[in-house]
Nanobody
Framework: QVQVVESGGGLVEPGGSLRLSCSVS????????QGWYRQAPGKQRELVAS???????KYDDSVKGRFTISRDNAKNTLYLQMNSLKPEDTAVYYC?????????????WGQGTQVTVSS
């Protein structure tokens, strides 16, 4: 089993910054991919940024140049640095972990952390 806990959300003014953290614990071997999703009210959950199994990163076009995904393997922690935040970035942000060897075999989600961008 894998436990996934996000933190770092909050209220920030437009143009501000936040850093989200995702702490992963438990049976953490064979992590295939990991990333951040978000879900705004009335909208579907969407991919924000991710690490593929080969370590390459992917970003949604709406956050390119503003958000950066990173990780500290020694701490089993995934991060999302969010700069130049906009009101449309307001959403619940979820950490997403896939486990597997040659392909994803199981998926784990955190409980989410609220990010609100407003003046």
């Amino acid at each position: 089993q894998v436990q996934v806990v996000e933190s770092g959300g909050g209220l920030v003014e437009p143009g501000g910054s936040l850093r989200l953290s995702c702490s992963v614990s438990g049976s953490i071997f064979s992590i295939y991919a990991q990333g951040w999703y978000r879900q705004a009210p009335g909208k579907q959950r969407e991919l924000v940024a991710s690490y593929a199994s080969d370590g390459t990163t992917k970003y949604d076009d709406s956050v390119k140049g503003r958000f950066t995904i990173s990780r500290d393997n020694a701490k089993n922690t995934l991060y999302l640095q969010m700069n130049s935040l906009k009101p449309e970035d307001t959403a619940v942000y979820y950490c997403h972990i896939e486990k597997g060897i040659a392909r994803p075999e199981s998926v784990y989600w955190g409980q989410g952390t609220q990010v609100t961008v407003s003046s």
